[in-house]
């Protein structure tokens, strides 16, 4: 079995930083690209920010120069920096990971989720 469990969400004023963070764990062998989601009432999910495991990094354009995704392949953690939030990244954050169970199984995971909710 593999878990990915986000930290990090909560409520913030605009112009606030936020960080989230998501470990992966359990049954992994290895980790491809890592990345973070988010879906609003009524839209689809969307890629806010996704990062190699040679830490090549691609954001939302609604994101980019405000957010910087990085992580700790030790630790197969991945982290959100937000800075600058806006009352629009107001949204259900997602963890995602591309891996290689133990039993050489190539799947992607996903966590439960963390609300990000941003203040006018």
């Known amino acids: 079995q593999v878990q990915l469990v986000e930290s990090g969400g909560g409520l913030v004023q605009a112009g606030g930083s936020l960080r989230l963070s998501c470990v992966a764990s359990g049954r992994i062998f290895s980790i491809n690209a890592m990345g973070w989601y988010r879906r609003t009432p009524g839209k689809q999910r969307e890629l806010v920010a996704a990062?190699?495991?040679?830490?090549?990094?691609n954001y939302a354009d609604s994101v980019k120069g405000r957010f910087t995704i990085s992580r700790d392949n030790a630790k197969n953690t991945v982290y959100l920096q937000m800075n600058s939030l806006k009352p629009e990244d107001t949204a259900v954050y997602y963890c995602?990971?591309?891996?290689?169970?133990?039993?050489?199984?190539?799947?992607?995971?996903w966590g439960q989720g963390t609300q990000v909710t941003v203040s006018s």
């Open positions: 995602n990971a591309g891996l290689v169970t133990t039993t050489l199984r190539n799947n992607d995971y």
């Open positions: 990062i190699t495991s040679r830490g090549s990094t």
